[in-house]
């Protein structure tokens, strides 16, 4: 198997643990406080982080950061997206708010242009508006009551979207090492002023549900640093969308949710107004190769 062939397989399994997380937490959010699973799943995610970086320096040599308010607001804002990504499933079908979760990476796009100076040039804008007619083929205000929880994963989108602006300028002064802890332990440390304070006590089932999570999270992670290890970020980056399959057949095989035509059109668009923009940067890297 080629190394590019790995790591797009290692991508779509990742994303196959990413899909299989949501499908727990949506199960779990109906019982559990959100804080709560936040700072479960951060505590494994920190032996995770310890386990990565034990043989290359340690945490002491990992934590040291020229920018750390840098780490501790990404490593916060991360969690503020997750948590609002899993209020979303409390109240939305996972395919619904995985399709308008899609639109991250056009969000990026046009965030880098604002904030960090990146040329976008007038195809790329194009691509960024389809993307925002693919969410309101899928929210359809005017045409049907608009349920404020569809806004809930827009927003998750923006700060995913912000998320990774903020890890493309600490990329400029500190190792992946480095991103990787202060994700872990200062999401952990954020999430201990209120995990504890609202805590419920999870039966035996719920416990394993809950630690089967956070194992999820830390091998989907794991999953695509392994899979940057053997391929380029842009030759995986179309794989990425699996997600939307893994999620909408687990949302319909667990939960019985059936996306409709109109979801299922607009979250096409989103993908094909990303895979649009991959297939350009892939041009472009070739002929100024």
């Not at 100076?117 to 049907?144: H, Q, S, Y």
């Not at 039966?203 to 899979?227: E, P, Q």
């Amino acid at each position: 198997m080629s190394r590019n062939a790995l790591g797009a397989l290692l991508t779509v399994l990742a994303m196959l643990c990413f899909a299989s997380m949501d499908t727990i937490a949506k199960w779990l959010v109906a019982d559990y406080p959100i804080g709560q699973m936040m700072w479960i799943r951060y505590g494994i995610f920190c032996v995770f982080a310890w386990l990565v970086v034990r043989r290359r320096g340690g945490l002491v040599a990992a934590f040291r950061t020229p920018r750390p308010w840098l780490q501790g607001g990404r490593a916060l804002l991360a969690v503020v997206e997750s948590a609002v990504f899993v209020l979303a499933f409390r109240y939305l079908p996972l395919a619904d708010t995985h399709a308008i979760a899609a639109t991250s990476p056009l969000i990026v796009i046009a965030l880098g242009a604002l904030f960090l100076g990146e040329k976008v040039d007038t195809a790329r804008w194009i691509a960024v508006l389809a993307g925002f007619i693919g969410v309101l083929l899928i929210v359809r205000p005017g045409f049907r009551t608009l349920d404020w929880p569809l806004l809930i994963p827009l927003v998750g989108a923006l700060l995913w979207g912000a998320y990774q602006i903020l890890t493309r300028l600490s990329a400029r002064s500190d190792s992946p090492d480095t991103t990787l802890v202060w994700s872990a332990f200062a999401a952990f440390a954020a999430t201990s002023f209120i995990g504890p304070f609202e805590w419920h006590w999870p039966n035996a089932a719920s416990w394993g549900l809950m630690l089967v999570t956070g194992i999820l999270g830390s091998l989907a992670h794991y999953g695509l640093i392994r899979a940057l290890d053997y391929a380029e970020a842009s030759s995986i980056q179309p794989y990425s969308y699996t997600l939307l399959v893994w999620v909408t057949v687990l949302g319909a095989v667990v939960f019985g949710d059936f996306p409709d035509l109109w979801t299922i059109l607009g979250a096409a668009i989103v993908v094909a107004s990303g895979l649009y923009t991959w297939h350009r940067d892939r041009r472009a890297n070739a002929a100024t190769a």
